[in-house]
């Protein structure tokens, strides 16, 4: 059986760069066991782990399998003593925006994996660490990274805009499930703000034939109206420490409490 001597678990997707890296860099401090996902490890995280005396796994997974990670999340969690967290979390924070285009001109694997990664993963992670963690006696959380997006829609990016739109749906719909079960955990799907990531920097960086919206995304960036990653971060996790997390399942990072 695996061992931690922390109490607080919490399992990262997309924990390799950008949003995902810097929510996992500031967990890890004493008390805390972090997994992340992503397609490889992050040497950065290995040496914030270090300096905080956290205790860190990570897994080079590729979510356009989403089948396979949650087969592995679901068997990891079997070789724990759930027992022993207080608290256990999952952050569904991966995505992909592709390369932006009307749909009439998109290439079908490039949507496929687009809806694999950000609708179809969270969905099974989410389904495997519902049933891994059912009988554990600590608080249970699931938090989605959605996107403002999700909300309103934006030409070029249909896929993105659906994950993320389908992604708030599943989130109201198993916080219907989940508010009538022993111990059930609570989920929302959070728009995080306008953030400063790799995801930003393909949208400025697409053809304003196949993305007309191109120079809004570049404005932002000169207007200094993106937020980084490391504020980002800070302000999901305080959201993620509300009292009040989970009464509403599709919220924003800039709701009041």
Known sequence: ????????????????????????????????AVLGIARKPSPELAEAAKAGGAELTQWAQDLSDPMAAAARLSDWLQTLDGQRFDSVTLINNAGTVGNPAPLSRAVPAELAQALRIGLEAPMLLTAAFLGGTREWRGARKVLNISSGLGRNALGSQA?????????DHFSRAVALEE????????????APGIIDTDMQVQLRGASAEQFPDRTR??????????DSPQGAAAKVLAYLARADFGSNPVADVRDPA
């Open 217 to 226: 995304f570049v404005s932002m960036k000169e207007e200094g109206r993106l």
């Open 179 to 190: 508010a009538h079960a022993p111990n059930g955990a609570r989920i929302v799907s959070l």
């Open 1 to 32: 059986m695996t061992t931690f001597a922390s109490s607080h678990l919490t399992v990262i997707t997309g924990a390799s760069r950008g949003l995902g890296r810097a929510m996992a860099e500031q967990l890890l401090q004493a008390g805390h």
């Open 159 to 167: 896929p993105y805009c659906a994950a993320k739109a389908g992604m």
